[in-house]
């Protein structure tokens, strides 16, 4: 499941904020992988340094691997991969020429990276191969959301036989379908024609009264969290974009309730976090305790230099 989203301040401070919702019950929580940290991608012996310090949201696996669902570096990039199910079309083999992923390999790729138009002309030189990775029990099917330092946002698909990078002036993602289809959705609830450009999208959800579905569908999510988010005018502060990501977050999440625990196939939230990109700054909220920690990357660098950290906020 999962729900993102990105926003720029009045004060010029880019943000990234997501849910994450997976019906593992495997811890999620903050970790730091610092400049020099060896990235070794699953599907090759060699390994790559990475040039910058990330922060994000992971898990540990057995084998001693960091899975990373989201994360920023310290350029200010950053990126979150949300599950594509029956959309996602990967390359069935390893192609000649090309570094070959797995999906879940390719975080620690975008984040080698300053910019989106940095990745974009690197992305030729990808391929994504549908092998599972270390010791998880298949390859998994994502989409993911990139933004940069200067609010540029975009979403990579892997649609049609190859990598598409489409602009997301919306600045949310969900699930499965695919970003057009989203928008072709949204564009028939607010009444107006799809093909419209942005100010007129943005002028009809200003003033679009109608009732939202309140349920856990992707598609609803994402309608929901697009014109609540539009109808809202631009936060002046850092605090106060936080505060309305937060909102917003606390809108979908998806309840931890001791049926879903029980059962291995249904999603709940196991966190929200909200990155300042701006500020290399991280808000954690545990939707087990409640709880809400704040990390700020400058100072991680200088208590641990050199020291992967994963912080106990489960």
């Known amino acids: 499941m999962c729900t993102a989203i990105t926003l720029q301040s009045e004060n010029n401070h880019a943000f990234f904020a997501r849910t994450m919702d997976l019906p593992t019950t495997t811890p999620w929580r903050p970790i730091y992988l610092p400049a020099g940290f060896m990235w070794q991608p699953s599907t090759s012996d060699?390994?790559?340094?990475?040039?910058?310090?990330?922060?994000?949201?992971?898990?540990?696996?057995?084998?001693?691997?960091?899975?990373?669902?989201?994360?920023?570096?310290?350029?200010?990039?950053?990126?979150?991969?949300?599950?594509?199910?029956?959309?996602?079309?990967?390359?069935?083999?390893?192609?000649?020429?090309?570094?070959?992923?797995?999906?879940?390999?390719?975080?620690?790729?975008?984040?080698?990276?300053?910019?989106?138009?940095?990745?974009?002309?690197?992305?030729?030189?990808?391929?994504?191969i549908a092998q599972k990775w270390y010791g998880e029990d298949n390859w998994r099917p994502f989409h993911w959301l990139i933004t940069d330092v200067e609010g540029n946002t975009a979403i990579l698909e892997p649609r049609g036989g190859k990598l598409t990078l489409t602009e997301d002036p919306l600045h949310v993602l969900t699930n499965t379908p695919d970003y057009p289809a989203h928008v072709k959705r949204l564009a028939k609830t607010l009444a107006i024609d799809p093909q419209l450009p942005l100010a007129k999208f943005k002028t009809a959800v200003h003033v679009f009264n109608g009732d939202l579905a309140h349920t856990n569908l992707l598609t609803d999510r994402f309608q929901r969290t697009a014109i609540h988010l539009w109808q809202q005018d631009k936060p002046v502060t850092t605090n106060a974009a936080e505060s309305e990501l937060l909102q917003l977050l606390d809108d979908v999440v998806i309840p931890r309730t001791p049926e879903r625990l029980r059962r291995s196939n249904m999603d709940y939230t196991h966190y929200e976090d909200v990155l300042d990109l701006t500020e290399g700054t991280m808000t954690f909220k545990s939707v087990r305790t409640g709880q809400i920690h704040r990390l700020r990357l400058d100072d991680i660098k200088t208590a641990k230099p050199h020291q992967v950290v994963a912080y106990p906020f489960t």
């Open 46 to 128: 060699q390994g790559q340094t990475l040039p910058m310090a990330i922060l994000g949201g992971g898990r540990w696996t057995p084998g001693n691997h960091y899975l990373l669902g989201d994360g920023m570096n310290e350029a200010g990039l950053a990126c979150a991969e949300l599950y594509f199910p029956m959309e996602a079309r990967y390359e069935s083999k390893m192609v000649a020429g090309k570094l070959n992923i797995t999906p879940q390999d390719f975080i620690y790729w975008a984040l080698l990276h300053h910019s989106i138009a940095e990745l974009q002309l690197d992305l030729p030189n990808i391929s994504i």
